[in-house]
């Protein structure tokens, strides 16, 4: 799991397999998002929820929060090659968009 | 353009140069972030700004930092007398507000490297 002082994350898996990466957070918040980066580049949002959401879906990914756990899943079903990249979970602290980003799971998706 | 420019896309200076780093943002997105991304430190969030109002510069790690956005559009990061621990990725974002609900739309970034 990713948020503030926890060690990142590394996930190999096979292509077409799912693959489930999580984040946890300390305060209470207005939603959480998840973003992708792939290798030398810049973060591409991936999705958001909003903290009376419990469950979203975008594509193949899905997304769950659970307010009283403070943690937040994302799920890749049917994996491709192309998902190989960083994940990170971002919270909104103050209520302006300044997120507060987690350090990341490494998802390594083998062809 | 279509997305958050960053340039220029790598610097290597020596220790105790200044630098600049500049950040166009999407057209019409009125808050602007920059943030810095260290290996084992994840990103850290560094100043924003939104709109007219004063940036909200509680993120910048000491008085050698500081950004001005002209405009409302080019921000530019500066960095006086730099030091080794400032070599990263230094990330900026745009968003059509400050708004929470808002994603976030980011550059590639700027790998600064102090020898």
């Known amino acids: 799991s990713q948020q503030g002082e926890e060690d990142p994350q590394a996930l190999s898996i096979q292509e077409g397999e799912n693959a489930t990466m999580n984040c946890s957070y300390k305060t209470s918040i207005n939603n959480l998002q998840w973003y992708r980066q792939n290798s030398g580049r810049g973060l591409v949002h991936l999705i958001l929820i909003r903290s009376n959401e419990r469950e979203k879906h975008s594509g193949r990914l899905r997304v769950t929060l659970d307010t009283s756990k403070k943690s937040s899943s994302l799920l890749i079903t049917a994996s491709r090659a192309a998902d190989t990249a960083s994940y990170f979970c971002?919270?909104?602290?103050?209520?302006?968009?300044?997120?507060?980003f987690g350090k990341g799971n490494q998802v390594v998706v083998i062809p | 353009g279509a997305g958050v420019s960053q340039s220029p896309s790598n610097k290597v200076t020596e220790k105790g140069k200044d630098v600049e780093l500049r950040c166009d943002p999407i057209s019409g997105h009125t808050a602007l972030y920059w943030y810095r991304q260290s290996l084992g430190q994840g990103l850290e969030f560094l100043i924003y700004?939104?709109?007219?109002?004063?940036?909200?510069k509680s993120g910048l790690p000491s008085d050698r930092f500081s950004a001005e956005r002209t405009g409302g559009s080019v921000s530019t990061l500066t960095i006086q007398r730099t030091q080794q621990e400032d070599s990263a990725v230094y990330l900026c974002a745009s968003s059509l507000g400050r708004s929470s609900n808002q994603p976030q739309h980011f550059g590639d970034g700027t790998r600064l490297s102090i020898l």
């Open positions: 971002a919270t909104d602290l103050y209520g302006n968009n300044r997120l507060a």
């Open positions: 700004f939104q709109g007219n109002s004063a940036p909200d």
